[in-house]
């Protein structure tokens, strides 16, 4: 609490709270608004790229959404970078001019956002209602008329704003702004001085940019909704409807969460201040993250061009994107969504066909977001832990780099099926040619191998500095360390490559259809046109001995562990080791649970719906890259005072 009678004179530098009373979680509240961000900018990123690449989409509509997609990378980027450096670094502090600039970024590119959206429904009007106009209509001078208009309005309103705070208001009761970003009205109010022209300018623009763009937009599709009512075609009505109801979605999204912030800031004194600044954090990432995801997937050029970019073997016939299968020469075109029970084929095949995940292909467009977000966060995440681990001696210890090992596992393991799953989800490149389906195989088996290992020698490791910390120094040295991990590689390679050659062995004539989203072990041998009895029991065998080995070992240590920590005299001690081995215990949980799942769906369990047992097969391989990183790198100090160092030089790094 601040003291009200002192007041700070112009003062350089603020402090930015994050979310007020949900400090202790912010850092898991950072993965979500991460995820977003990261999937806005690639997502408009790729959409920009399209747009500019493609001919066909030099139309009115495409340029707008690529102005769209324009505003949406800057709006997030304003605001999440420094969100993140609150959640996970406690870096708060902020220049105050710093503060005042993304204040004015953020404003700005709300109107800009407000006026593209006013701008497409115009558009969609005078497509549905006056066609034959359209083109003469909407030029592309009159586009870039307007869109120099929106963006000149925008920078107009605002800028008085900035001058008033910096002119005006030189006495401030606070420097603390209880706030995730630097929003109009949240630095406003720690002026110790009469603020009155400053909230209703704030007002004024706020009620000229929303209630302006609503009421056109309101108005656009109101005679939308009129003229497809009066149209004669069934199928033309709801081709029209789909249109609108996503235009819909995206514009209640937008402006339901803007006029919330707005109005709690000025009379929702009852609203918890997390809940405010919650959904005001929202309101800003999730229209940039959703916005592709709604104007890209869903409209049918723009996914038609993203699938010819990633897949060379796709053409298109009638708006269906159609792939070419080539078996032993033969070549025949089939659409997918053929009938999956017709397998057969009179030749030897050279690729397979892989589902997804059976029963909710619809879905794939939307199953792919969560995917790609643990995919993307488990990349940038390890990356990060191995450079500050490379970077800093203090952290070239044993501990450390059996967690550089596993996170190079974890990037590898995940990149060894993320791809391929976004292909079939988003792009429906479902082909997968012989060897590189083998290829993967061995790759994901290999490091779900290595994976296991590594969580022994970590378990090692623990039970090395608890139980004898006195002889940790000469136990682990340097060569120790790299033989452990040699081991674990020469150990899976060596288990998994007999099961690579054995699956060659057979012939695959019958079947191609694989319903997994990846190739896994029994999923292929399943296929197979011959007895596969030895491929089962040696599956089992290898699947059996490294689970059984490994859980044996960890479960041995961390008992080990237990009993000399319930020895220690030191409650805080205590408390601190069972922490570790908590944190430690959880993340072996969810690397074994969702394996062990699928290793008895795939031989006993025949009442398990295939699409939740390929769920948590696809879990198993992509959840633990991600929480390793978190559990191991976030809740790790040592490690997280670093990341901070490396990246924040002049941020003090608390002691407790």
Avoid at 34 to 58: D, K, P, Q, T, W
Avoid at 247 to 252: E, K, T
Avoid at 497 to 514: G, M, Q
Avoid at 634 to 651: H, Y
Wanted: glycine share 4%; charged share 10%.
């Amino acid at each position: 609490m601040f003291n009200s009678n002192i007041t700070v004179f112009m003062p350089s530098v603020l402090t930015l709270v994050g979310i007020p009373g949900l400090e202790s979680v912010q850092c898991w509240i950072g993965i979500p608004f991460c995820a977003m961000y990261v999937i806005a900018v690639i997502g408009n990123s790729l959409f920009l790229n399209i747009i500019r690449s493609e001919r066909s989409l030099h139309e009115p509509m495409y340029i707008f959404l690529g102005m769209l997609g324009v505003t949406d990378i800057v709006l997030s980027t304003s605001i999440v970078p420094k969100m993140l450096a609150i959640f996970w670094f406690h870096v708060q502090e902020i220049y105050f001019n710093t503060c005042l600039l993304q204040m004015g970024l953020i404003h700005t590119f709300q109107g800009i956002e407000s006026g593209i959206l006013l701008a497409m429904a115009l558009d969609r009007y005078v497509a549905i209602c006056y066609p034959l106009r359209h083109a003469a209509i909407f030029t592309h001078q009159l586009v870039a008329q307007i869109g120099t208009v929106v963006t000149l309005r925008a920078v107009i309103l605002v800028a008085p704003t900035l001058v008033l705070i910096k002119c005006r208001l030189r006495f401030y009761h606070t420097t603390v702004i209880s706030h995730s970003y630097c929003e109009h009205m949240a630095i406003v109010k720690l002026a110790a001085e009469n603020v009155q022209v400053n909230k209703i300018y704030g007002l004024f623009v706020a009620f000229t940019v929303a209630g302006f763009d609503l009421t056109f937009i309101t108005l656009s599709y109101i005679q939308v909704f009129i003229t497809v009512f009066h149209l004669p075609q069934k199928e033309a009505r709801l081709k029209a409807f789909n249109t609108c109801i996503a235009h819909i979605c995206v514009f209640l999204q937008f402006y339901l969460l803007a006029f919330f912030s707005f109005f709690t800031h000025r009379l929702g004194s009852h609203v918890p201040p997390y809940i405010h600044i919650l959904f005001s954090s929202i309101y800003l990432v999730v229209p940039p993250f959703l916005n592709p995801l709604v104007y890209g997937a869903k409209t049918n050029q723009i996914r038609i061009h993203v699938v010819k970019m990633f897949c060379e073997d796709a053409k298109t016939k009638n708006g269906e994107v159609v792939y070419l299968l080539i078996d032993r020469g033969l070549e025949k075109s089939q659409p997918f969504g053929f009938n999956m029970t017709d397998n057969s084929t009179y030749h030897y095949i050279s690729s397979f066909f892989l589902v997804g995940i059976p029963g909710l292909q619809e879905f794939h467009c939307w199953i792919g977001i969560p995917v790609f977000l643990l995919y993307v966060l488990s990349l940038l995440g390890n990356s990060v832990i191995i450079v500050t681990i490379k970077l800093e001696p203090s952290l070239h210890q044993p501990m450390y780099f059996f967690f550089c090992m596993l996170a190079i596992n974890d990037m590898a393991l995940a990149s060894s099926t993320g791809p391929k799953m976004l292909g079939i989800f988003w792009l429906e490149a479902h082909r997968f040619e012989f060897k590189n389906c083998l290829t993967q195989m061995f790759l994901i088996h290999t490091f779900c191998i290595i994976e296991s290992a590594l969580l022994v020698t970590m378990a090692f490791d623990r039970y090395v500095a608890i139980c004898i910390p006195l002889r940790y120094t000469t136990i682990l040295t340097k060569p120790i360390v790299i033989i452990m991990g040699l081991g674990s590689v020469t150990r899976a390679t060596l288990m998994i490559l007999p099961s690579t050659f054995l699956i060659k062995r057979l012939p695959y004539y019958t079947k191609d259809v694989i319903n997994h989203a990846y190739c896994e072990h029994m999923a292929v041998v399943k296929l197979a046109s011959a007895n596969t009895h030895i491929n089962r029991v040696y599956g089992i065998s290898i699947a059996l001995s490294v689970m059984i080995l490994d859980l044996v070992l960890i479960a041995t240590s961390y008992v080990k562990i237990l009993q000399a920590v319930f020895r220690l005299s030191s409650q805080n001690a205590r408390s601190k080791a069972l922490g570790t081995c908590a944190v430690h215990v959880s993340t072996i949980l969810v690397s074994y649970t969702p394996a062990l799942f699928s290793f008895l769906t795939h031989r006993i369990g025949k009442k398990v719906p295939p699409s939740i047992h390929i769920i948590f097969a696809s879990l198993y391989l992509l959840v633990p890259p991600t929480v390793n990183l978190l559990v191991y790198g976030v809740k790790t100090k040592q490690i997280r005072d670093r990341v901070i160092s490396l990246f924040f030089p002049n941020k003090k790094i608390s002691e407790d």
